[in-house]
């Protein structure tokens, strides 16, 4: 495998492909592609100068298994894969003593009143903005004349009133940092060094350097495609758009590699996670999920550090707002009923017809001569 230093002396012309990997099932489809010498559409070869994975240090054990294998099968074709961290995120967020990072937790405010407005229909009768829609006249052909009295509103405030709050305004989120803190800060500046950024920051890559970022985003995540340049030294590229592939089409490929159990990869305390998330975790690793729970309980109890001083709340794991323990995992969503629907055609493919043979019923459902 090429060292860092061999790596950026060869250049390949200026420009590397390098894989962005986050370990899961697209990514994972991309780096087994790499490795085989794949083929885009446009003749374009799927081979890539480098991998880079950015550790939280709070990655699930079998991610960590699943690097370790991927590892050894990117050795064997000559692409290294990169590790790169910026810490432990769990005891970075429970440590006062380090910088604030935002997590998207769910918050809970304390029961409090809200004071709204009165409002009354504007003293001046003939206005005409009680009754005035904007929207419907885009043109402004029937604006009526400006009103002292109202300020074009259509009312005016009489007076206050408080009423409590409801549940909803009660409930928030906090501002998700994490990512760009912990995977997307580290991967730049691996790939800044990588492009031949001088020692030690990093930060100057040398002019008319790039690399080309591949990213596993799915034709089921188009939503999430930004080709917005962060910064003058890197391209993305989404190869499983080119290949025309959703998720499913990655876990068939895989299959058929000889990997077919390739889980998402997240960190353990994820409040993104769903409730089959939660609920596996809970069920098969013990260990994590009472890692997850010790963090959610913390995080409430004064570990958190969602602004500036102390949050004003609560801060929970789960969409609920509710301790993890307590929280509805075991609730089935309608997503997750039609993801636990068998794909006959995979079915089929893997394991044949269901049906015995017999010489009364070609299993075929071809009537018998």
């Known amino acids: 495998m090429p060292g860092t230093s061999e790596l950026v002396s060869t250049n390949h012309g200026a420009r590397l492909h390098i894989l962005s990997l986050g370990a899961g099932v697209q990514s994972t489809t991309l780096a087994l592609m790499a490795c085989r010498g794949e083929v885009l559409p446009n003749g374009d070869s799927m081979r890539v100068d480098a991998a880079i994975f950015a550790d939280t240090r709070w990655e699930p054990v079998h991610v960590y298994q699943h690097l370790d294998r991927l590892t050894a099968e990117l050795d064997r074709a000559g692409i290294p894969l990169y590790r790169v961290s910026k810490g432990d995120l769990r005891a970075d967020t429970l440590d006062p003593r380090k910088r604030f990072v935002s997590v998207p937790y769910y918050t809970l405010a304390p029961n409090h009143t809200i004071r709204q407005p009165v409002t009354a229909p504007c003293p001046n009768r003939g206005c005409g903005?009680?009754?005035?829609?904007?929207?419907?006249?885009?043109?402004?052909?029937?604006?009526?004349?400006?009103?002292?009295?109202?300020?074009?509103?259509?009312?005016?405030?009489?007076?206050?009133?408080?009423?409590?709050?409801?549940?909803?305004?009660?409930?928030?989120?906090?501002?998700?940092?994490?990512?760009?803190?912990?995977k997307l800060g580290p991967i730049n500046r691996k790939v800044r060094e990588l492009l031949g950024a001088a020692p030690p920051d990093y930060?100057?890559?040398?002019?008319?350097?790039?690399?080309?970022?591949?990213?596993?985003?799915?034709?089921?995540?188009?939503?999430?495609?930004n080709d917005r340049p962060e910064n003058r030294y890197t391209r993305k590229r989404y190869p499983l758009l080119e290949l025309g592939m959703s998720r499913k089409d990655?876990?068939?490929?895989?299959?058929?590699?000889?990997?077919?159990?390739?889980?998402?990869?997240?960190?353990?305390?994820?409040?993104?996670?769903?409730?089959?998330?939660?609920?596996?975790?809970?069920?098969?690793?013990?260990?994590?999920?009472?890692d997850a729970v010790d963090f959610d309980r913390?995080?409430?109890?004064?570990?958190?550090?969602?602004?500036?001083?102390?949050?004003?709340?609560?801060?929970?794991?789960?969409?609920?707002?509710?301790?993890?323990?307590?929280?509805?995992?075991?609730?089935?969503?309608?997503?997750?009923?039609?993801?636990?629907?068998?794909?006959?055609?995979?079915?089929?493919?893997?394991?044949?017809?269901?049906?015995?043979?017999?010489?009364?019923?070609?299993?075929?459902?071809?009537?018998?001569?």
Do not use: K
């Not at 590699?257 to 998330?277: E, F, K, L, M, T």
């Open 129 to 182: 903005w009680c009754d005035y829609d904007a929207e419907s006249d885009p043109l402004g052909e029937g604006r009526p004349a400006d009103c002292a009295d109202c300020g074009n509103a259509g009312y005016v405030v009489t007076g206050t009133v408080e009423r409590p709050a409801t549940r909803r305004e009660l409930e928030g989120i906090g501002r998700r940092q994490c990512t760009a803190e912990y």
């Open 203 to 225: 930060r100057r890559v040398p002019r008319g350097r790039v690399a080309e970022q591949w990213i596993g985003f799915s034709t089921d995540e188009v939503h999430r495609v």
């Open 250 to 290: 990655c876990q068939r490929w895989l299959r058929a590699a000889g990997w077919p159990d390739v889980a998402r990869s997240a960190c353990i305390g994820c409040p993104y996670h769903g409730n089959r998330q939660w609920r596996e975790m809970r069920d098969h690793r013990p260990r994590e999920w009472a």
């Open 298 to 369: 913390r995080i409430r109890q004064g570990g958190t550090r969602i602004g500036v001083g102390r949050l004003n709340g609560e801060a929970f794991l789960h969409r609920s707002r509710l301790p993890l323990e307590l929280a509805p995992i075991d609730r089935v969503s309608s997503r997750e009923w039609a993801d636990r629907q068998i794909d006959i055609f995979d079915e089929l493919a893997e394991y044949g017809d269901p049906d015995g043979c017999s010489p009364y019923g070609c299993r075929s459902g071809i009537e018998v001569a």
